[in-house]
T-cell receptor, first 114, second 117 residues
Framework: AQSVTQLGSHVSVSEGALVLLRCNYS??????LFWYVQYPNQGLQLLLK??????LVKGINGFEAEFKKSETSFHLTKPSAHMSDAAEYFC????????????FGAGTILRVKS | DTGVSQDPRHKITKRGQNVTFRCDPI?????LYWYRQTLGQGPEFLTY????????KSRLLSDRFSAERPKGSFSTLEIQRTEQGDSAMYLC???????????????FGPGTRLTVT
C-alpha cells in the first residue's frame, strides 16, 4: 500500500504565483511529516517538519505546510513563487508503522515560469 | 559543521564489477542511514546503523549488498556483481538520537550516482 502520495509529478507556476504541492499519507496513527527539497545533483534539504503541536508549520525559504488529520494531508504552500524555488520536492513520513526510517513520496518537480 | 559527505560523487562501472561507497556523517551523529533513489522516484530505505550496530535492513538490500559501520563513524556500502538495475543515486543520511534532542531530523549527503554499463 502506498504510504505517501504526492499528487502531480510536475507542477508549473508563474513567478509570484501561489505554490501548492499536495501530499497525502496513509497511516492509522498520525506520523511525523516532512517536506524535503532536492536541487539537481544534490542531496535532500529539510524544508519543514511536523511532529506535534501547532498544525501549521513554517519552514525555510517562505514555505509552510498544514497538517490536517481529518484529511490525512500535509500540503506545502508558498504565497509567491521565486525562480530559485524550481526543484523537486519530496513529502516523507516517519512513525511507528514505519520504524526509524523515512518513507518518501515519489516527488513533485516544481517549474517556475518567468 | 561539515555536514554529511559522500565519496565518490559519481561512479561508472561495468556490469559484474564490485563497487564501494563511503559516507561520513555529521561528527556527533550516532545514527546513519542509506537510501537508494532511482529516476523519478523518491528515496527508498536500505539500512540504518545505531553506532556500529546495523539495526534494520530493507528487503531491497539483496545478498549482493553489504553495509558496515565498523567504528560507529563512517560507513561503507558495497555492491557485489553489479547489475544494470543497480544504477541509482545512493544517499546517506545521519541523525542524532540522544536525550533532549529531536530524533526526527535526518541530514542528507549529496549522494553517489552509480551508473552500471
Amino acid at each position: 500500500a502506498q504510504s505517501v502520495t504526492q499528487l502531480g509529478s510536475h507542477v508549473s507556476v508563474s513567478e509570484g504565483a501561489l505554490v501548492l504541492l499536495r501530499c497525502n499519507y496513509s497511516s492509522s496513527v498520525p506520523p511525523y511529516l516532512f517536506w524535503y527539497v532536492q536541487y539537481p545533483n544534490q542531496g535532500l534539504q529539510l524544508l519543514l517538519k511536523y511532529t506535534t503541536g501547532a498544525t501549521l508549520v513554517k519552514g525555510i525559504n517562505g514555505f509552510e505546510a498544514e497538517f490536517k488529520k481529518s484529511e490525512t494531508s500535509f500540503h506545502l504552500t508558498k504565497p509567491s513563487a521565486h525562480m530559485s524555488d524550481a526543484a523537486e520536492y519530496f513529502c516523507a513520513v516517519k512513525g511507528r508503522e514505519y520504524g526509524n526510517k523515512l518513507v518518501f513520496g515519489a516527488g513533485t518537480i516544481l517549474r517556475v515560469k518567468s | 559543521d561539515t555536514g554529511v559527505s559522500q565519496d565518490p560523487r559519481h561512479k561508472i562501472t561495468k556490469r559484474g564489477q564490485n563497487v564501494t561507497f563511503r559516507c561520513d556523517p555529521i561528527s556527533e551523529h550516532n545514527r546513519l542511514y542509506w537510501y537508494r533513489q532511482t529516476l523519478g522516484q523518491g528515496p527508498e530505505f536500505l539500512t540504518y546503523f545505531q553506532n556500529e550496530a546495523q539495526l534494520e535492513k530493507s528487503r531491497l538490500l539483496s545478498d549482493r549488498f553489504s553495509a558496515e559501520r565498523p567504528k560507529g563513524s563512517f560507513s561503507t556500502l558495497e555492491i557485489q556483481r553489479t547489475e544494470q538495475g543497480d544504477s541509482a543515486m545512493y544517499l546517506c543520511a545521519s541523525s542524532l538520537v540522544a536525550s533532549g534532542t529531536s530524533p526526527y531530523e535526518q541530514y542528507f549527503g549529496p549522494g553517489t550516482r552509480l551508473t552500471v554499463t
